[in-house]
């Protein structure tokens, strides 16, 4: 059985590799799609993204990496696959990803959607989130793998706030000014 993992993956969190690690071991095949969003300013090319999914799931020997632009149902019947994977976070991802489902199977009876639960050490964790952070010079080495840390601190013009010294401005309260005998 073929299922498909589309998503932007801008970029590719630790959150995202759970589940496809776990779908690799429930599918015959997993084709991890990523979708060319015209409606999104993508930190990482389609190209770039490719290949660092590529190098992060290389250990996966049923996974594959491909990209598309248009429908997922229609991608999904192209490459003959039978199921789409969602991951769901929390309780306002379901009702999105319900919706999506529903959507989907009037655009094709062939392909159910199947949701998998976020591990619990990932559930706060999105590619929106990782962005935000590291934008703000916070670091994100525990939130993706290492390679993509380096990609995203180059975007940002940073090396990883792990590696730098923290610096932080002395504060002089008025009190301890000396006043001169002028006052």
Known sequence: ??????????????????????SSRLFEQVIVAVLGNPNKVPLFTVQQRLAQIRLTTKHLPNVEVDSFNGLTVNYANVRQAQVLIRGLRAVSDFEIELQMAHTNKTLSTQIETVFLATSNEYSFLSSSVVKEIAKFGGSVDHLVPPHIALDIYQCYNQNSPALSPITTATIISPKSIPMDSQG
């Open 1 to 22: 059985m073929i299922a498909i993992y589309p998503g932007s993956f801008d970029p590719i969190t630790l959150g995202h590799l759970d589940i496809i690690r776990r």
